[in-house]
């Protein structure tokens, strides 16, 4: 299984930014999520998608400004950031799960991609 993210960069505040995570090898339905990290800290939490589309959970941090989708035809998911703010700046991970997991807990996915670096400037 592979991922690969893409989509991140240099923005400055306000302005929106669409990350992309292409998913290749699985051969089973999964759930996605998608965490952030900056230097010296852990994982954190940002959003994540059941298989189906329908169930969707958001970090309080970003909920409202954030949309977690997917295309499964394609293999692909998505992060539409919205109203960036330089607090979101960090590398974002996408993830999946194929079995049980704990939407919030990095520590219960399978697989992730090598991340993607965003930049917000104030």
């Known amino acids: 299984v592979q991922l690969v993210e893409s989509g991140g960069g240099q923005v400055s505040a306000g302005v929106s930014l669409r990350l992309s995570c292409e998913v290749s090898?699985?051969?089973?339905?999964?759930?996605m999520a998608w965490f952030r990290r900056v230097p010296g800290s852990l994982h954190e939490f940002v959003a994540a998608?059941?298989?189906?589309?329908?169930?969707?959970y958001y970090a309080d941090a970003v909920k409202g400004r954030f949309t977690i989708s997917r295309d499964n035809p394609k293999n692909t998911g998505y992060l539409q950031m919205d109203s960036l703010k330089p607090e979101d700046a960090a590398v974002y991970y996408c993830?999946?799960?194929?079995?049980?997991?704990?939407?919030?807990?990095?520590?219960?996915?399978?697989?992730w991609g090598q991340g993607t670096q965003v930049i917000v400037s104030s």
């Open positions: 998608i059941d298989w189906s589309g329908e169930e969707t």
């Open positions: 993830a999946t799960a194929g079995g049980t997991y704990l939407y919030s807990r990095p520590q219960t996915y399978d697989y």
């Open positions: 090898g699985y051969t089973s339905t999964y759930a």
